[in-house]
């Protein structure tokens, strides 16, 4: 049976539709006999809003889970504070209420990543509390050719700096006490590292900023190059980190592929192409968004109220199988011949200045 729905777009919102079946084990039938239509939908519209399931608490949204998503993924590199709540079910974010998250697509830096996010929400703001959601293909449509095609060559670079006081500490985004266990992760996954003073971890990875999905063949900008650039900073803060920290030692920073900086005009003209791009819809207890992580961007609103939006990943993807422009490498660009050159224990790279 080929099942269909009819999803309703309308501007300035997400593609929505409303969920089927009078209990949950009747909407999770109606879920898997619609899996089809919702990967069809997904495929049009990179996200997808069902509404009015009958999703209580934590244990609900797992078995709607389990309709949709064939295999979970893990959240590796970790970058945010999140609180598990058991069956691979997360909070969205543990980050203050009054923060905005700007969007970005999970795990972008990894050498693999979730296909599928899936986000319910079990209780409601009573203002704000959105989790926008952006199609990157019109953000990638949207940024200016020259800028998107100096991307396409270089890539992007991301350097972190992990640390307690900072971000968080590399023993919590690594899930391991054991700095050899973290030498090899970074190893494997092609970051460079090194330690800095008594127990802060430095690392820097390149990756390709735009990828094709693997399904539909598509060309979608991929990143986290806005999200975590300097420039992104409310200018406060960037001047209170610039002054106290420097800026080889800010908790995350950007960069092209080839180590040059990203200019404060070309953060705001790619910022531009996301807001022209972002969809939003009010939550409402009991409704879930489907997210494809490659196809659309995810953020969050700031919010009052007691929210509770509860998150799954799964259907990992690798980043071979989205034919990146650039290879995944450790380090700059630039740098290549010379660490190639180095002996392992030696390597080492050095912010810009």
């Given at each position: 049976m080929n099942a269909t729905i009819a999803w309703?777009?309308?501007?300035?919102?997400?593609?929505?539709?409303d969920a089927q079946?009078?209990?949950?084990?009747?909407?999770?039938?109606?879920?898997?006999?619609?899996?089809?239509?919702i990967r069809a939908g997904?495929?049009?519209?990179?996200?997808?809003?069902?509404?009015g399931l009958p999703v209580?608490?934590?244990?609900?949204?797992?078995?709607?889970r389990d309709a949709l998503i064939s295999k979970l993924a893990g959240y590796v590199e970790k970058a945010t504070p999140r609180s598990h709540f058991g069956k691979d079910v997360y909070s969205s974010t543990d980050l203050p209420p009054s923060q905005t998250i700007r969007p970005?697509?999970?795990?972008s830096y990894a050498l693999s990543f979730p296909g599928l996010l899936m986000f319910g929400c079990l209780i409601a703001p009573d203002t704000g509390g959105a989790?926008?959601?952006?199609?990157?293909?019109?953000v990638l449509g949207n940024i200016p050719q020259p800028l998107a095609?100096?991307?396409r060559a270089h890539g992007w670079s991301l350097v972190r700096n992990y640390g307690d006081h900072i971000s968080l500490g590399w023993r919590t985004a690594f899930g391991t006490e054991d700095r050899d266990e973290v030498a090899a992760y970074c190893a494997d996954n092609r970051i460079s590292h090194e330690w800095v003073g008594d127990d802060q971890l430095r690392t820097v990875q390149r990756r390709s900023a735009t990828i094709r999905h693997p399904g539909t063949g598509e060309e979608a900008w991929f990143n986290h190059t806005v999200f975590w650039n300097e420039w992104a900073l409310d200018p406060e803060i960037r001047e209170v980190f610039l002054e106290d920290l420097g800026r080889d030692n800010l908790p995350f920073n950007t960069a092209y592929g080839d180590g040059e900086p990203i200019s404060k005009q070309d953060v705001e003209a790619i910022d531009e192409a996301y807001r022209k791009a972002t969809v939003r819809e009010t939550w409402r207890p009991g409704d879930i968004l489907i997210v494809d992580n490659i196809l659309a961007a995810h953020a969050r609103e700031s919010f009052k109220g007691p929210r509770k939006i509860v998150v799954t990943m799964g259907d990992p993807v690798p980043l071979e199988a989205c034919?990146?422009?650039?290879?995944?490498?450790?380090?700059f660009a630039r740098a290549a011949a010379v660490e190639t050159a180095k002996p392992a224990k030696a390597r080492r790279w050095f912010g810009r200045s």
């Open positions: 309703e777009v309308r501007d300035g919102r997400p593609a929505a539709a079946g009078t209990d949950l084990g009747e909407t999770c039938a109606w879920l898997r006999e619609n899996r089809d239509a997904l495929d049009e519209h990179g996200a997808l809003y069902l509404r209580k608490d934590v244990e609900d949204f797992a078995e709607v970005h697509n999970e795990n989790t926008p959601v952006t199609d990157v293909r019109k095609d100096r991307f034919d990146p422009t650039v290879p995944p490498q450790a380090g």
